[in-house]
């Protein structure tokens, strides 16, 4: 085991690092971003739990055995998508915080109908995501019906509350991009025929150079674009 890996209490050395470094984001971060960055830490999190509980329902306990079951931020941070790349945003002065969490385990061997339940499973992620959003713009309507002193008194309640709608809506649209390992590519696999899932197999140790490529052409900020404004103005 590296010295990285060792554990020190309830920690390893890299998860103290990154509970160290999300303790300068508390100390040095203004009111707003602080919340922008806890609302997607919340986002991505809930998102792997999902993915994890229907996996559970569904035979596969191999994300409780390593202990992925819990809202506990630490068990899920990605380094680079949870920790560097917000980081970079914030520092670069970004309006807007984007990141992931790191995926969480499923053994299709282990669910009980592995091509049928993985597609439970890949859209739990998404549908969580949505729920979200949903729960978001219900607040808010609600505090613009009945408390809209509240949100005179503190207008950074609404930046917050349609954060909560605009990254839990991209975050599912994103996901279901249909390019492995994304949600939407697991998705796709319950529908094609044999030759179509061995395609995808074969692109998965590829995807995220495909997905980086297609990114740097904008593809991906046009998918975006067509399927979450909608989703987004229709909450909002």
């Not at 229907?54 to 191999?62: H, I, K, Q, Y």
């Not at 503190?154 to 930046?159: E, F, M, R, S």
């Not at 998965?204 to 593809?219: A, K, M, N, T």
Request: net charge positive.
């Amino acid at each position: 085991m590296s010295l990285f890996h060792q554990r020190f209490g309830r920690y390893s050395l890299i998860e103290w690092g990154i509970i160290g470094i999300f303790v300068y984001f508390f100390l040095v971060l203004e009111r707003l971003m602080l919340g922008r960055l806890l609302l997607l830490l919340m986002s991505v999190v809930i998102h792997e739990l999902a993915h994890g509980v229907v996996a559970l329902w569904c035979g596969d306990s191999t994300a409780k055995f390593q202990g992925r079951l819990t809202l506990n931020p630490i068990r899920h941070i990605d380094p680079l998508g949870s920790v560097f790349l917000p980081l970079m945003l914030v520092v670069s002065g970004s309006p807007f915080l984007f990141g992931w969490a790191k995926p969480v385990p499923v053994n299709t061997q282990q669910l009980n109908h592995p091509i049928h339940d993985m597609l439970k499973v890949a859209i739990a992620g998404p549908l969580s995501n949505i729920s979200l959003a949903v729960l978001s713009s219900l607040i808010l309507k609600l505090l613009i019906q009945f408390s809209p002193l509240t949100l005179q008194q503190a207008p950074w309640v609404i930046d917050l509350l349609n954060y909560g709608v605009v990254i839990n809506v991209v975050l599912a649209v994103f996901n279901m991009i249909p390019i492995p390992p994304m949600d939407g590519s697991r998705v796709l696999y319950r529908f094609l025929s044999y030759k179509g899932r061995s395609f995808l197999d074969k692109m998965e140790p590829y995807g995220l150079l495909i997905i980086i490529f297609l990114s740097f052409f904008g593809v991906f900020s046009m998918v975006l674009q067509m399927f979450s404004i909608p989703l987004i103005q229709l909450l909002l």
